[in-house]
Protein backbone atom coordinates (compact mmCIF):
# COMPACT_ATOMS: atom_id res chain seq x y z
CA UNK A 1 0.00 0.00 0.00
CA UNK A 2 1.27 3.29 -1.10
CA UNK A 3 1.36 5.72 2.10
CA UNK A 4 2.58 8.78 0.18
CA UNK A 5 3.81 10.10 -3.49
CA UNK A 6 5.78 12.40 -4.99
CA UNK A 7 5.78 12.38 -8.72
CA UNK A 8 7.36 15.36 -11.28
CA UNK A 9 6.10 15.80 -14.36
CA UNK A 10 7.76 16.50 -18.19
CA UNK A 11 6.29 19.63 -17.65
CA UNK A 12 8.32 20.78 -14.61
CA UNK A 13 5.15 20.31 -12.21
CA UNK A 14 5.17 18.60 -8.88
CA UNK A 15 2.64 16.55 -7.76
CA UNK A 16 2.44 15.62 -3.96
CA UNK A 17 -0.38 13.31 -2.26
CA UNK A 18 -0.15 11.45 1.10
CA UNK A 19 -3.08 9.09 2.48
CA UNK A 20 -5.75 10.07 4.89
CA UNK A 21 -4.21 14.10 3.82
CA UNK A 22 -7.40 15.91 2.16
CA UNK A 23 -9.41 12.91 1.67
CA UNK A 24 -6.35 10.81 -0.26
CA UNK A 25 -7.78 6.95 0.65
CA UNK A 26 -5.78 5.06 -2.07
CA UNK A 27 -2.86 5.51 -3.93
CA UNK A 28 -2.14 3.12 -7.15
CA UNK A 29 0.26 2.58 -9.92
CA UNK A 30 -1.18 0.22 -12.66
CA UNK A 31 1.75 -0.02 -15.49
CA UNK A 32 -0.93 -1.94 -17.52
CA UNK A 33 -3.13 0.88 -17.87
CA UNK A 34 0.24 3.29 -17.98
CA UNK A 35 -1.16 5.52 -14.96
CA UNK A 36 -1.14 6.42 -11.39
CA UNK A 37 -4.15 7.11 -9.77
CA UNK A 38 -5.42 8.57 -7.09
CA UNK A 39 -8.69 7.81 -5.08
CA UNK A 40 -10.62 10.73 -3.21
CA UNK A 41 -13.37 9.60 -0.16
CA UNK A 42 -16.65 9.99 -1.26
CA UNK A 43 -18.31 12.67 -0.94
CA UNK A 44 -22.09 14.14 -1.27
CA UNK A 45 -21.49 14.87 -5.07
CA UNK A 46 -19.55 11.89 -5.64
CA UNK A 47 -16.03 10.37 -5.98
CA UNK A 48 -13.31 11.93 -7.09
CA UNK A 49 -10.54 10.32 -8.82
CA UNK A 50 -6.85 11.72 -10.10
CA UNK A 51 -5.36 10.12 -13.40
CA UNK A 52 -1.50 10.83 -14.21
CA UNK A 53 -0.34 9.10 -17.05
CA UNK A 54 2.81 7.73 -16.75
CA UNK A 55 4.10 8.70 -20.04
CA UNK A 56 3.97 12.45 -18.62
CA UNK A 57 5.97 11.47 -15.52
CA UNK A 58 9.50 12.20 -15.67
CA UNK A 59 10.35 11.04 -11.84
CA UNK A 60 8.12 9.19 -9.62
CA UNK A 61 9.19 8.57 -5.72
CA UNK A 62 6.80 6.71 -3.16
CA UNK A 63 6.48 5.27 0.33
CA UNK A 64 5.80 2.01 0.06
CA UNK A 65 4.38 0.74 3.83
CA UNK A 66 3.49 -3.34 2.33
CA UNK A 67 7.44 -4.27 3.73
CA UNK A 68 7.02 -6.47 6.91
CA UNK A 69 10.45 -6.39 8.61
CA UNK A 70 10.90 -10.69 9.39
CA UNK A 71 13.36 -10.05 11.95
CA UNK A 72 11.36 -7.29 14.25
CA UNK A 73 10.63 -8.52 17.56
CA UNK A 74 7.20 -8.10 19.27
CA UNK A 75 8.08 -4.37 20.72
CA UNK A 76 7.59 -1.19 18.38
CA UNK A 77 6.88 -0.81 14.69
CA UNK A 78 7.42 -4.15 12.57
CA UNK A 79 6.17 -2.38 9.50
CA UNK A 80 9.44 -1.77 7.00
CA UNK A 81 9.60 1.33 5.19
CA UNK A 82 10.79 0.94 1.82
CA UNK A 83 11.29 4.11 -0.77
CA UNK A 84 11.44 3.65 -4.13
CA UNK A 85 12.70 5.80 -7.08
CA UNK A 86 11.67 5.69 -10.74
CA UNK A 87 13.60 7.25 -13.20
CA UNK A 88 12.13 7.59 -16.91
CA UNK A 89 9.17 5.80 -16.29
Do not use: W
Not at 39 to 51: F, H, I, M, P, R
Amino acid sequence: MIERIEVSMTSGDVHNFRRGEFGVESIEIDELRGIIQISYANKEDGKKYVLLPLQNVEKCEYLDKNLISAGASGTGNNMESGTTLLDKI
